[in-house]
């Protein structure tokens, strides 16, 4: 008989990295399955800002070296005529600005110490439901495919979902999210020629003309490097989010423009409250 983990986590990002390591480390026997290469798992869309707070509620140890790039001590929110805003400080608000592959790097690292045995550049395509439950995955790599037993799935494939929208029936289980409850994100990482006026706050710009549905944020990451953004709520986008924020620099912060990029790319970003169910049969969402 092939092989059967206690655990089969899918997708290594932040939450799956976590989830496997808490698994493995109280005794499960555990593969995590990631499409990208573990080294670059934590090359992505992101404002590369977490929260300090959150590094505290799960144990996480503070991003040091060459992970923390800077740090934030709250945010500046302004309003859509940019006459007013409100500075948020405090506890709650301080925030890491971290590297994201090397944070990325460093969780896998973490679950590969707990134990888990970690198959990258290997794609779920979809789970195999007997009397209504998940029993497996069909996955593949470069050189075959194949299938992986389990007892417990865990979907943590961020919002492609690939278990979730799969899943056995199970009443009040939601297999799909709303394309309002998603927003459509962009950002770019820049180098300023000047210093940015005060780098320890993050600034966020509050708009429905230009961003409906989200907002333009303004993340330093060095004295003159900046994590630069725009999300749009889905359902509301008319146009390429490329072209909200192209849009936002251009009228708002146009000596944006002269900065470098050094890199853009966009993903989508779920903004809805938890689902009602993240349980189904032999699946955790
Ligand atoms: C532009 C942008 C800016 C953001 N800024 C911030 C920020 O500043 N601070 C913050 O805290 N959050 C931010 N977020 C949100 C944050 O990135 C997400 O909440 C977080 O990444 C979710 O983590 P996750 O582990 O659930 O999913 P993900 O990080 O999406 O991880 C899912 C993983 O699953 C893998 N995967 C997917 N499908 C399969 C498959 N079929 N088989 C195998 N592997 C698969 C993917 O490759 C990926 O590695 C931002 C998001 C975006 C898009």
């Known amino acids: 008989m092939s092989h059967i983990y ?3 986590v899918v997708g290594a990002g932040t939450g799956g990295c976590l989830a496997a390591k808490t698994a493995a480390k109280n005794g499960l026997n555990v593969c995590l399955i990631e499409s990208k290469s573990g080294e670059k798992v934590g090359l992505k869309a992101c404002g590369d800002a977490v929260g300090k707070h959150h590094f505290d509620n799960i144990g996480l140890t503070y991003p040091t070296g ?8 709250g945010v500046e929110v302004f309003s859509p005529d940019f006459k007013t805003s409100f500075r948020i400080a ?8 971290v590297n994201r592959v090397e944070f990325g790097r460093r969780l896998v690292k973490e ?7 970690f198959m990258d550049k290997t794609t ?11 029993v497996a995955v069909k996955v593949k790599n470069n050189v075959s495919s194949g299938i992986l ?23 009040g289980f939601e297999k799909t999210v709303d394309s309002g409850d998603l927003e459509i994100a962009y950002r770019e990482i820049r180098v300023l020629d000047d210093e940015i006026h005060d780098k320890t706050f993050g600034y966020i710009y509050l708009s429905q003309e230009y961003a409906p549905g989200g907002y333009f944020w303004l ?4 004295s003159n490097l900046v994590n630069i953004g725009l999300g ?3 359902s509301r986008a008319s146009m390429e989010v490329k072209n909200y924020f192209t849009r936002f620099i251009r009228d708002k912060l146009p000596w944006l423009n002269k900065a470098k990029v050094l890199d853009g790319r966009g993903a989508f970003v779920p903004t809805r409250r938890p689902l009602n169910n993240m349980v189904s049969n032999g699946l955790i969402v």
């Open 6 to 8: 206690d655990l089969v």
């Open 66 to 73: 060459s992970e923390l790039c800077w740090e934030l001590e």
């Open 90 to 97: 405090g506890l709650g608000a301080k925030a890491f600005m």
């Open 111 to 117: 679950a590969l110490d707990a134990g888990v045995e």
């Open 124 to 134: 779920v395509l979809k789970p195999i439901i007997e009397n209504n439950y998940v």
């Open 149 to 171: 037993k389990g007892r417990i799935f865990v979907d943590a494939s961020g919002v492609s979902a690939i278990l979730r929208r799969n899943a056995p029936e199970v009443p």
């Open 219 to 222: 993340f330093p990451k060095g």
């Open 232 to 234: 749009v709520q889905f």
